[in-house]
């Protein structure tokens, strides 16, 4: 029997460690358990924010869609306009060569007029100094006066 004491005092013993072991490992389980639903608490305001940044987004990419319409509507605007002043230059370029040609027919005709006047005025002195001298001598000069 003292043996059998003996073993049950161990056995009881074996039973006080395994229950201390246990309740040190039920403790561990206890804080685990404990941060386990601080995490979750912590995943679910996350989540949370997440949704509301994903809520934002959404919200940020319709103002992009709708400022990337008005771009492109502007886009295209802005290219018929280039195309009305490549137009306007082309319109242009051709009244400023049509105007160079025109003035260089002018400076010509001015310039013949020069030539002209010139021509005449010298006619005219020759004419006038002609009939001086048909005048004081008679004879074949008379066609002059």
């Known amino acids: 029997m003292i043996i059998a004491n003996k073993e049950l005092l161990f056995q009881n013993q074996q039973k006080e460690a395994r229950a201390a072991?246990?309740?040190i490992?039920?403790?561990e389980l206890?804080?685990?358990?404990q941060e386990k639903e601080n995490r979750v608490i912590e995943l679910?305001?996350?989540n949370s924010e997440k949704e509301k940044r994903a809520a934002e987004l959404a919200i940020a990419n319709i103002e992009l869609a709708f400022q990337n319409e008005k771009k492109e509507k502007r886009a295209a605007e802005l290219i018929i306009?280039?195309?009305?002043?490549?137009?306007?230059?082309?319109?242009k370029d051709k009244f400023a060569f049509e105007l160079k040609q025109?003035?260089?027919?002018?400076?010509?005709?001015?310039?013949?007029?020069?030539?002209?006047?010139?021509?005449?005025?010298?006619?005219m002195y020759m004419t006038s100094h002609s009939k001086e001298t048909c005048s004081q001598?008679?004879?074949?000069n008379r066609y002059y006066r």
């Open 137 to 140: 001598y008679p004879g074949p």
């Open 21 to 23: 072991e246990l309740a």
């Open 81 to 91: 306009l280039n195309q009305e002043l490549t137009y306007q230059n082309e319109v």
């Open 30 to 33: 206890l804080f685990q358990n």
């Open 44 to 46: 679910a305001f996350q």
């Open 102 to 123: 025109a003035y260089k027919k002018i400076k010509k005709a001015d310039e013949y007029l020069k030539e002209h006047t010139e021509s005449l005025e010298q006619m």
């Open 25 to 27: 490992a039920n403790e």
